[in-house]
């Protein structure tokens, strides 16, 4: 737990946030957390290097990191780092990623094993996608789709960059990838609008308008929908987004959850978080939401995100 | 971009030569499944295979080799780096001024047999290099190289 500093409900983000502070819980707790910048984190690349070693290399170079218990290859750097981590050798040999511990979560929520196929539907730049290609040990397929040809490339730079070989870079718009095959497991990381990702002073928040809101709303359940028509029975698909917005988050998921039978689960890692929602603005959820969850920067200090794991029956 | 799988008589060239040259036991290059890119020639898990043939890819794997004109495959840096933790012949240790000249683009004095060599740094090989009338050349790509900056202190990683 973050202490908490003087709120703010006046100031900047106070007018941002302020449309959740019935939801968050503690909002002036929150409200402080995302005053301050996201600590950086940093995952190891386990395919390459072993932790102890990329931790020793930069602590030689004053970069001081602890392993975060519940993944013990993502290396949390305690305060400034005296130089720019993405500018380093460990970084340009892909012996490192720079990746906000909320992303790591959403990707270990899917539980990729080795020698499964994975899809991940909205790939770019690639910090979930390479996590799971490091979960399975680089055997398997972790087919990484991205439509966007700009970011194509960051994606397929940093799957070169970290050396993989179970990757298959596909650009299709995602709610139109093809069916046919089915995969073990699928991760839907949507485009949202990135509200977890407003923290610190340099943040510039653009708060969407509804019409915005909606549409994107309709694009997340276009792709939740051809996720989980591509999963394969007793599969595992988990839908996240960096936003606190229910309209993109538990509206989203509680649709498919009633029109198809998917079921929620327990995320798998544990954290403090808080249940999703079961309902908002007098809209209600089907009740199995509260297994989805929700971070929140002064519980777990990291970006905002909603994670939920589904399994199709 | 179209693509070829190699077969195994290719595999196995590719293998030999990689045994012969930097001592990477054959059943690593064996245990991928290649396809030529264009100039590229990429190494893939051999389970990722089928899902490359389903769909048209823009990228598949990692691109280890390239092959340029008759020379025969040339392997690339993230190929060496993937690659060269099974070298045993070829393998030349740079400590960090040394690295810090050839990412610089200087050459330096180094004695041994003309060819390409995997350049290695505390035990990891970050690239290649090439030895040419007595003298250390890196190879690294502009990629790894462009934003590349050593710190004042500690080791080059």
Redesign the interface.
């Given at each position: 737990m973050v202490t908490g500093e003087a709120p703010d409900r006046g100031g900047r983000y106070g007018r941002v946030f302020a449309r959740y502070e019935g939801l968050i819980p503690d909002f002036p707790g929150f409200l402080a957390a995302v005053a301050r910048p996201s600590p950086v984190h940093l995952r190891v690349n386990t395919l390459r290097a072993e932790v102890g070693g990329v931790a020793a290399a930069l602590a030689a170079q004053g970069v001081v990191t602890r392993p975060e218990p519940w993944c013990p290859f993502l290396l949390r750097v305690e305060g400034e780092p005296p130089r720019a981590l993405g500018a380093t050798l460990l970084h340009a040999l892909g012996l490192i990623y720079l990746q906000s511990a909320s992303s790591a979560v959403a990707a270990l929520a899917l539980g990729a094993r080795p020698g499964e196929a994975v899809l991940d539907l909205c790939a770019a730049p690639g910090s979930k996608t390479t996590l799971l290609a490091q979960a399975m040990g680089d055997r398997g397929a972790v087919v990484a789709n991205e439509p966007n040809p700009r970011r194509l490339q960051s994606l397929t730079a940093n799957l070169d960059r970290l050396g993989l070989t179970a990757a298959v870079v596909t650009g299709y718009p995602g709610q139109n990838f093809p069916l046919g095959r089915k995969f073990d497991r699928v991760l839907v990381d949507a485009p949202c609008s990135g509200e977890g990702t407003w923290r610190g002073p340099r943040a510039r928040p653009q708060p969407p308008s509804a019409g915005l809101r909606r549409h994107l709303a309709r694009q997340q359940g276009a792709l939740l929908r051809r996720g989980y028509e591509l999963l394969a029975p007793g599969g595992t698909l988990v839908y996240s987004t960096c936003t606190y917005a229910p309209e993109e988050n538990e509206g989203v998921v509680g649709p498919l959850v009633a029109e198809t039978g998917a079921r929620l689960e327990p995320l798998g890692v544990e954290l403090p978080a808080e249940p999703g929602l079961t309902r908002w603005e007098g809209e209600e959820f089907p009740p199995e939401l509260a297994l989805a969850r929700r971070l929140y920067p002064h519980c777990f200090d990291s970006e905002g995100f909603f994670v939920a794991r589904l399994a199709r029956p | 971009m179209s693509h070829a799988w190699l077969d195994p008589e290719e595999v196995g060239r590719l293998a030999r030569g990689m045994e012969e040259w930097f001592g990477v036991p054959p059943e690593v290059i064996e245990g991928?499944a290649w396809v030529r890119r264009g100039e590229a020639l990429c190494?893939?898990?051999p389970?990722?295979r089928?899902?490359?043939e389903?769909?048209?890819?823009?990228?598949?794997?990692?691109?280890a080799f390239k092959e340029v004109g008759a020379a025969g495959p040339k392997l690339t840096s993230?190929g060496a780096?993937?690659l060269g933790?099974w070298a045993t012949r070829r393998v030349v240790d740079v400590g960090e001024e040394d690295?810090r000249g050839l990412v610089e683009g200087r050459s330096l004095p180094w004695d041994g047999p003309r060819g390409p060599v995997i350049l290695r740094t505390?035990g990891?090989a970050?690239g290649m290099g090439v030895l040419r009338d007595g003298h250390l050349l890196g190879q690294l790509p502009r990629?790894?190289?462009e934003?590349?900056?050593?710190?004042q202190?500690?080791?080059?990683?």
């Open positions: - | 991928y190494a893939l898990a389970e990722a089928p899902w490359a389903a769909y048209p890819a823009s990228a598949v794997g990692l691109k993230r780096q993937v933790r690295l505390q990891v970050v990629s790894v190289t934003h590349l900056q050593f710190g202190r500690g080791g080059a990683l």
